[in-house]
């Protein structure tokens, strides 16, 4: 009776640290899934950001190079396409994260003639309107690079983390699967070439 009972005992606390260990492993994957998430959310809203600045740049730049319609109009479609690419944790395959980064790329090439355009209006290139928004541009590019890099940070964390042995066995039973990072355009280590 006693050996029986000693048996269930120590089967029971088996199960006990058992079920800690793995509610403590499965807490620890929402954590790091939820760090990540959060920080693509970061990504979104920078991006946001500068498709918000957008169309103050072009009303600017419109007022001097009224016959630069073309790149306006290149910045404006560019703009449109980048904005319609979402994504959200839940289709974050890598080929959306693909599709999301090519039309981001195709808005940063855009922006890069309209801001170009300068060089041909030296009025412009005096505008305060136009200085500042060339500045807060610049400034939400280097906060998109820094998110980006946040998000690899924040994926890269989640990956490893569900990756290693024994949490791996957990993650593929209540399904974390693995995250896409940002990773750099074909042809980008390639300085672009702007031309009008």
Same mark, same amino acid.
């Given at each position: 009776?006693?050996k029986?009972?000693?048996?269930i005992?120590a089967?029971?606390a088996?199960?006990?640290?058992?079920g800690?260990?793995?509610?403590?492993?499965y807490?620890?994957?929402?954590?790091?899934q939820?760090?990540a998430?959060?920080?693509?959310?970061?990504?979104?809203?920078?991006?946001?950001r500068?498709?918000?600045?957008?169309?103050?740049?072009?009303e600017?730049?419109?007022?001097y190079a009224?016959?630069?319609?073309?790149?306006?109009?290149?910045?404006?479609?560019a703009?449109?396409?980048?904005?319609s690419?979402?994504i959200?944790?839940?289709?974050?395959?890598?080929?959306?994260?693909?599709?999301?980064?090519?039309?981001?790329g195709?808005?940063?090439?855009?922006?890069?003639?309209?801001?170009?355009?300068q060089e041909?209006?030296?009025d412009?290139k005096?505008?305060?309107? $136009?200085?500042?928004l060339?500045?807060?541009?610049?400034g939400?590019?280097?906060?998109?690079?820094?998110?980006?890099n946040? $998000?690899?940070?924040?994926?890269q964390e989640?990956?490893?983390t569900?990756r290693? $042995?024994?949490?791996s066995?957990?993650?593929?039973?209540?399904g974390?699967?693995?995250?896409s990072k940002?990773?750099a355009?074909?042809?980008a280590?390639?300085?672009?070439?702007?031309?009008f």
């Amino acid at each position: 009776m006693k050996k029986s009972l000693i048996t269930i005992i120590a089967i029971v606390a088996v199960i006990i640290v058992i079920g800690m260990w793995a509610a403590g492993a499965y807490n620890s994957m929402v954590t790091v899934q939820e760090k990540a998430t959060t920080a693509w959310s970061n990504v979104q809203s920078t991006y946001q950001r500068r498709a918000d600045l957008i169309p103050n740049l072009v009303e600017t730049v419109k007022g001097y190079a009224a016959h630069e319609k073309e790149t306006l109009e290149g910045v404006v479609n560019a703009r449109s396409k980048a904005t319609s690419v979402n994504i959200d944790p839940e289709n974050m395959t890598p080929e959306k994260l693909k599709e999301f980064q090519q039309a981001q790329g195709e808005l940063s090439t855009a922006l890069g003639r309209l801001i170009a355009i300068q060089e041909n209006y030296p009025d412009l290139k005096a505008n305060e309107n $136009f200085k500042e928004l060339q500045v807060q541009l610049e400034g939400t590019e280097n906060r998109i690079n820094e998110a980006r890099n946040t $998000f690899n940070a924040a994926v890269q964390e989640y990956n490893v983390t569900i990756r290693r $042995f024994p949490k791996s066995l957990l993650a593929g039973m209540f399904g974390f699967d693995k995250m896409s990072k940002f990773e750099a355009e074909a042809g980008a280590e390639k300085a672009p070439q702007v031309k009008f």
